[in-house]
C-alpha cells in the first residue's frame, strides 16, 4: 500500500477493503464565517476595496478582480435577504416521496452580492416566493456546530 506509484502507464491495484479516509477544510476565510455563526446571529462578507463587491460567503481574494482582501475588508451584515428563485421539492435525495414538501429558495444576502441555499418555512406551498424578503432562523447557539446547518431555515420577514 505504500509502493510509489511512479509508472502512470502500469496502474496498481488492491483485492479486499480499503479505508479512505477524508478531511475537506474550509479553508482560512470559510473557517472564519462558520466560528462567526456559532456566536452571532449575522453572516460575515468580505468587501472588495478594488472593485467593491461585497463577497457573500466571505473569501480571502476577490472572485471579479483577484484583489486580496485585508483584514479591515470585513463585515458583518444581517442574516437576511431576498428570495431570487425558488422551487418545491417533494422528492428527497433517495428519490423517495417526501412527507412534507420543501421550499428550497436560492438567496440574494442583504448588503452583499451573494446568495445562499436555504429552506423557507411555510404553510402556503403554492405561493410565488419571488422578491420575498426573508430572514433566517438560527438553532439555540449552545446546539450549534459551525456549519449550514446551524441556519434551520428562512421565514418571511415582516
Ligand atoms: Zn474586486
Same mark, same amino acid.
Given at each position: &500500500?505504500?509502493?510509489?506509484?511512479? *509508472?502512470?502507464?502500469?496502474?496498481?491495484?488492491?483485492?479486499?477493503? &480499503?479505508?479512505?479516509?477524508? &478531511?475537506?477544510?474550509?479553508?482560512?476565510? %470559510?473557517?472564519?464565517?462558520?466560528?462567526?455563526?456559532?456566536?452571532? *446571529?449575522?453572516?460575515?462578507?468580505? #468587501?472588495?476595496?478594488?472593485?467593491?463587491?461585497?463577497?457573500?460567503?466571505?473569501?480571502?481574494?476577490?472572485?471579479?478582480?483577484?484583489?486580496?482582501?485585508?483584514?479591515?475588508?470585513?463585515?458583518?451584515?444581517?442574516?437576511?435577504?431576498?428570495?431570487?428563485?425558488?422551487?418545491?421539492?417533494?422528492?428527497?435525495?433517495? %428519490?423517495?416521496? &417526501?412527507?412534507?414538501?420543501?421550499?428550497?429558495?436560492?438567496?440574494?444576502? *442583504?448588503?452583499?452580492?451573494?446568495?445562499?441555499?436555504?429552506?423557507?418555512?411555510? #404553510?402556503?406551498?403554492?405561493? *410565488?416566493?419571488?422578491?420575498?424578503?426573508?430572514?433566517?432562523?438560527? #438553532?439555540?447557539?449552545?446546539?450549534?456546530?459551525?456549519?449550514?446547518?446551524?441556519?434551520?431555515?428562512?421565514?418571511?420577514?415582516?
Amino acid at each position: &500500500m505504500l509502493e510509489k506509484q511512479t *509508472d502512470p502507464t502500469s496502474p496498481m491495484h488492491w483485492r479486499g477493503d &480499503m479505508q479512505a479516509d477524508y &478531511m475537506y477544510t474550509n479553508g482560512v476565510a %470559510g473557517d472564519r464565517f462558520f466560528r462567526h455563526l456559532m456566536e452571532k *446571529d449575522t453572516f460575515l462578507a468580505t #468587501k472588495c476595496k478594488k472593485c467593491g463587491k461585497v463577497l457573500f460567503p466571505a473569501r480571502l481574494y476577490c472572485e471579479d478582480c483577484f484583489q486580496e482582501i485585508s483584514e479591515s475588508d470585513w463585515l458583518e451584515v444581517p442574516a437576511t435577504g431576498t428570495v431570487r428563485v425558488f422551487t418545491v421539492a417533494t422528492i428527497n435525495a433517495h %428519490g423517495k416521496k &417526501m412527507e412534507e414538501p420543501k421550499i428550497i429558495a436560492l438567496i440574494d444576502i *442583504d448588503k452583499t452580492d451573494g446568495a445562499l441555499l436555504g429552506i423557507i418555512k411555510t #404553510k402556503d406551498l403554492k405561493r *410565488d416566493f419571488c422578491g420575498v424578503k426573508v430572514k433566517a432562523v438560527f #438553532k439555540p447557539k449552545e446546539k450549534r456546530e459551525g456549519t449550514l446547518k446551524d441556519i434551520l431555515y428562512f421565514e418571511e420577514k415582516i
